[in-house]
């Protein structure tokens, strides 16, 4: 199984990103898909999850209203639009995938089981 993110890279405060996980060697559709993120000496941390069909989505409230995550079950790829970004955006953002499906635990990382290798999200002020 691979998780390939792609996408990130330094912009300035109110500027946008589009990240990208193309993933491989798993039946995508079967998967929850989420995006964590971890800033330099913070814990990894939950940002967005989207539902196997897309159906559904979870976001923290810090990426309420700004990101916007969305998937292509057809192309293996989910994607996190991030808009007006902020400097406390700045983290290593990783998707991951998670076969259990279980709305009370997809928040946390422990319930994923495959995880890409990050993207580096850089916002300046």
């Known amino acids: 199984v691979q998780l390939q993110a792609s996408g990130g890279g330094l912009v300035q405060a109110g500027d946008s990103l589009r990240l990208s996980c193309a993933a491989s060697?798993?039946?995508?559709?079967?998967?929850?898909m989420g995006w964590f993120r971890q800033a330099p000496g913070k814990e990894r941390e939950f940002v967005v999850a989207i539902a196997r069909r897309g159906g559904s989505t979870w976001y923290e409230d810090s990426a309420k209203g700004r990101f916007t995550i969305s998937r292509d079950n057809a192309k293996n790829t989910v994607y996190l639009q991030m808009n007006s970004l902020k400097p406390e955006d700045t983290a290593v953002y990783y998707c991951?995938?998670?076969?259990?499906?279980?709305?009370?635990?997809?928040?946390?990382?422990?319930?994923?089981?495959?995880w890409g290798q990050g993207t580096q999200v850089t916002v300046s002020s």
């Open positions: 991951a995938a998670d076969s259990g499906a279980i709305i009370l635990t997809l928040r946390h990382a422990a319930a994923y089981d495959y």
């Open positions: 060697g798993l039946t995508f559709s079967r998967y929850v």
